[in-house]
């Protein structure tokens, strides 16, 4: 039992460059968010998704564009990478129809050159 | 939108002494307060949470209150001990599905 899993844990770009962020719960859960850390900011909500077909812009969704391929999968893609995109993106996931826990995956390390 | 403020942004506490870390938030629709801690490069993880119907809740060191009228809630950690060194997170949703909106984090040092 895996939990939230998200690759890579580290990348570097170029600005410019484009990636795909990927991430996947083995948890059977509906929700799924796409969150981003800056130091002194906490957790930003960049995209969420409350069910399978479904995604909804957070707070800082702009840059980025997100897939939901499945209930398992979530994807997080920045198509043309700036600077100000350098951040720690944590992918995490929670049951709908109650708040409850959300479980992180344990983040990925993005630097834009 | 919610806004949630979180204070102080740094704590330090010698061990044994105790640790409050307060949020206040702004959407009085906000039903769902978890606080998360994050150890140095890691992944933030739940240690506690309360719903807008109960006042306090209680595990061992940890506890939370919630003042709806006020619209805050506040951490107290007792007893502190360095492995508590970390940063916490309060949150606040209104959303049954869970969108969570997050303090800055406060910083943490237990010293001995």
């Known amino acids: 039992n895996a939990g939230v899993t998200q690759t890579p844990k580290f990348q570097v770009l170029k600005t410019g460059q484009s990636m795909t962020l990927q991430c996947a719960q083995d948890?059977?859960?509906?929700?799924m968010y796409w969150y981003r850390q800056d130091p002194g900011m906490g957790l930003r909500l960049i995209y969420y998704?409350?069910?399978?077909?479904?995604?909804d812009k957070g707070e800082v969704p702009n840059g980025y564009n997100v897939s939901r391929l499945n209930k398992r999968e979530f994807s997080l893609r920045l198509e043309s990478a700036a600077p100000s995109q350098t951040s720690v993106y944590f992918c995490?996931?929670?049951?709908?129809?109650?708040?409850?826990?959300?479980?992180f995956g344990q983040g990925t390390r993005l630097t834009v050159v | 939108g919610e806004n949630v403020e979180q204070h102080p942004s740094t704590l330090s506490v010698q061990e044994g002494d105790s640790a409050v870390i307060k949020c206040t938030y702004s959407?009085?629709?906000?039903?769902?307060f978890p606080w998360y801690k994050q150890e140095l490069g890691k992944r933030p993880q739940l240690i506690i949470d309360?719903?807008?119907?109960?006042g306090e809740k209680k595990d061992q060191r940890i506890a939370v209150t919630l003042n709806k009228t006020a619209k805050h809630f506040s951490l107290h950690i007792t007893e502190t001990q360095p492995e508590d060194s970390a940063v916490y997170f309060c949150?606040?949703?209104?959303?049954?599905?869970?969108?969570?909106?997050f303090g800055a984090g406060t910083q943490v040092v237990v010293t001995p």
């Open positions: 998704s409350a069910s399978e077909g479904t995604t």
């Open positions: 959407d009085s629709a906000s039903n769902y």
């Open positions: 948890m059977n859960h509906n929700s």
């Open positions: 309360i719903r807008s119907n109960v």
């Open positions: 949150a606040a949703s209104r959303d049954s599905w869970g969108k969570l909106q």
């Open positions: 995490a996931s929670s049951e709908a129809g109650v708040n409850t826990e959300a479980f």
